[in-house]
């Protein structure tokens, strides 16, 4: 699609995840020479890494350290940042309208209206419970700051419960994805951390059971990763069930097809894939997930002004019997193919190129006790299998390129420095 020169670009972005705030990192002070202006909308204030929600989930990783405020980050990187959530796309006015805004049972902003020449849809995904009845009750969900907030001020309650009274912390997750894997692995740590405090039996209290569906988990990951994640997990004391479908959860813990019963006082769904319910009624086109169609330049199929990206978009490359998968290296790599050729589809009417996923490996990190994963498509060891030190090292790698990516080199060594500091002085779990 071929676009007219547009002078003065109104660039909405929104979703401030991993592509979304890299995508207005990026483009802020190019399109401002341009006499334009990017704004990025989000509900939430900071921003971090999605692949470590679950660290914060289990109290293992200060949440408060790793934030990025959207304000000052806005300020120093040349682009608006604007509170608020999507609730309409009008597509023909080229307007988005957001929700109004409450906050501490108080009314913050009402509906407001912004305008756009190109509106990049980046605001990832959720959880799908699939309308299994009790989950949207009595589970907890890890697919935001918040969620995993409330979810460790649970599991700090728990554990606070199983000192005093001696009783054990049963958690039930669903979903052996790699969030669902992870958390198991964590919340592990997490006690072995906590008996350093002077609790020696709390590690035998705890009991972890990991649910999955399919016949392994990490069925995204090749089947040396998932063989070799699978038994780390059983090694920690995890019960990993496979082959099990769960029909439904209550306050009690979850029913499975069968009648058998997993009971649990914490119950978390990580299972499924679904984009948010705000695009059903937009018109663009959609597939069951919810998510957006788009064509190979990441232009949604039936709209020459929107592109969309990361989680929310799905994108079946030319000879793939399947679409790329919804993580942050597909994200990442698709907000710098847009950052590279979007200021020339709007300056001279350049099409923007059809996106090519490289594959850089998959991995998986079980906390401090193990990490699997295999090697990009590409050099000397295609595909390769790893574990161990030098797995882990390349799964902390990962963040540590987004952190430079985002901050710049200066910025991004302040951080690393006072994430030492800081850990040299503060516990190693969340306390309070």
């Known amino acids: 699609m071929k676009l007219s020169p547009c002078n003065s670009p109104r660039i909405v972005i929104v979703g401030g995840g991993v592509a979304g705030l890299l995508l207005a990192t990026r483009l802020g002070q190019r399109v401002a020479r341009m006499r334009g202006r990017v704004t990025l909308v989000d509900r939430s204030w900071t921003h971090v890494w999605k692949p470590m929600l679950h660290t914060f989930a289990a109290g293992t990783w200060n949440i408060h350290q790793q934030q990025v405020q959207y304000l000052l980050h806005a300020r120093t990187h040349h682009f608006e940042y604007v509170p608020g959530q999507l609730d309409a796309i009008d597509r023909t006015a080229k307007r988005v309208r957001l929700a109004p805004m409450h906050g501490a049972g108080e009314a913050i902003a009402d509906a407001r209206e912004l305008e756009y020449d190109v509106l990049i849809l980046a605001f990832g995904s959720r959880a799908n419970d699939f309308g299994t009845p009790g989950v949207a009750e009595h589970c907890h969900f890890i697919d935001s700051q918040d969620q995993a907030d409330t979810f460790n001020a649970r599991l700090r309650a728990h554990v606070a419960r199983s000192v005093f009274q001696n009783r054990t912390i049963d958690i039930a997750i669903v979903g052996g994805g790699a969030t669902g894997v992870e958390l198991a692995a964590e919340l592990s740590r997490m006690v072995e951390l906590a008996a350093g405090y002077g609790e020696v039996d709390i590690r035998r209290r705890l009991r972890v059971t990991l649910l999955e569906s399919a016949s392994r988990i990490l069925g995204a990951f090749p089947d040396a990763v998932s063989t070799s994640a699978a038994a780390q997990l059983r090694a920690l004391g995890v019960d990993v069930r496979t082959g099990v479908r769960v029909v439904a959860a209550d306050a009690h813990g979850f029913l499975l097809d069968g009648g058998e019963r997993i009971p649990a006082a914490l119950k978390v769904w990580a299972a499924g894939v679904r984009a948010s319910t705000t695009l059903d009624k937009s018109g663009l086109e959609l597939n069951r997930a919810g998510q957006v169609v788009v064509q190979p330049n990441l232009l949604a199929r039936n709209d020459p002004s929107i592109f969309a990206l990361g989680d929310c978009a ?66 000397f060891f295609t595909g390769r299998f790893i574990k161990g030190q030098f797995a882990r090292l390349s799964h902390a790698l990962l963040y540590r390129r987004y952190q430079l990516a985002l901050h710049g080199t200066a910025r991004a060594a302040l951080l690393w420095a006072a994430e030492r500091i800081n850990a040299l002085v503060q516990p190693k779990i969340r306390i309070t």
């Open 314 to 379: 799905t994108l079946v490359p030319e000879g793939a019997d399947r679409p790329l998968p919804p993580t942050a290296q597909v994200a990442n790599q698709q907000a710098l193919h847009l950052m590279r050729h979007l200021p020339a589809w709007l300056q001279e009417g350049k099409p923007v190129p059809s996106f090519r996923f490289r594959d850089l490996g998959a991995l998986v990190a079980l906390s401090d006790y193990n990490a699997f994963g295999t090697l990009g498509r590409f050099g």
